[in-house]
DNA sequence: ATATTGTATATATACTTTATATACAATATA
DNA sequence: TATATTGTATATAAAGTATATATACAATAT
């Protein structure tokens, strides 16, 4: 698996981490079950602490990517796209809903907010 | 115009007084074209840097509250709703953007969106 | 001319984020 | 069981950002 870290990005190395592995692993470069480099491994290949690569690790498994054991090592988990599609389900009703509450405080009724999203939806081909 | 600050507060200096005078604009406790107390004069008050009651200042011009004149002072914008209105329009557009984004991401329809969209405005009474 | 107003620049301080070293705990395996 | 490998926890350093300041400057009023 390849993942390149650029020191002269703005973006912080456990997230340029994250952000690869994460695309590896939805476009199935890495299968579910196979395992990851050992965070000791990839740190020592990148040149990097053991800690930087447990953040992103960390992070993927909050994010349901990936899962941990000790001893044995980290790896893929079952990609269900469902739970993905769940995960940002509930960020789109979050993003929803405070766009509900500015609308409710300068009294936009529910059909003009409707035709806003329809405009909206269809603008951004 | 009263504004009082709390030093034991986790919110910054400057958004304390921001949001109260804010306040007093919204609630017309202070109306258009009147004079703000001059940031000098406020710092002082305060017990507070110029560059504090400044830094307040320049955020409410920002978004249209007051405007200030070297020399004169600062004062209460006209405060056309409108205005406020299109502002807040915005943020509700760039919010209903990013979430339908993220719909078409995960495949949601416009028709499923204005259900989920119904279904929060009414749900959040 | 002088006082009052807002503004710009350079700086100090506190807080947060990012990254680290090192010691610890659990599992695999020889 | 001994040893190596894996992930984890704690304490800490370094860099970056946010907050607040002093002081000097510029425009306006009187």
Redesign the pocket.
């Known amino acids: 698996m390849q993942i390149l870290i650029s020191n002269n990005s703005?973006e912080?190395?456990?997230?340029q981490i994250y952000a690869q592995i994460k695309k590896h692993i939805l476009t199935n470069e890495i299968q579910a079950g196979h395992s990851?480099p050992?965070?000791?491994?990839l740190a020592k290949d990148l040149d990097?602490?053991?800690?930087?690569t447990?953040?992103a690790?960390?992070e993927l498994e909050k994010n349901g990517f990936i899962y941990?054991?000790?001893?044995?090592?980290?790896f893929v988990s079952e990609q269900n796209n469902e739970m993905i599609k769940e995960r940002k389900m509930k960020v789109i009703e979050e993003q929803l809903f405070t766009a509900i509450q500015n609308s409710k405080e300068i009294g936009i009724s529910l059909t003009e907010l409707k035709e806003l999203l329809t405009l909206l939806y269809r603008e951004e081909a």
Chains 1, 2 share one sequence.
């Open positions: 703005k912080p190395i456990y997230e990851l050992s965070m000791r491994q990097v602490s053991v800690i930087t447990k953040r690790y960390e941990s054991v000790v001893g044995k090592g980290s």
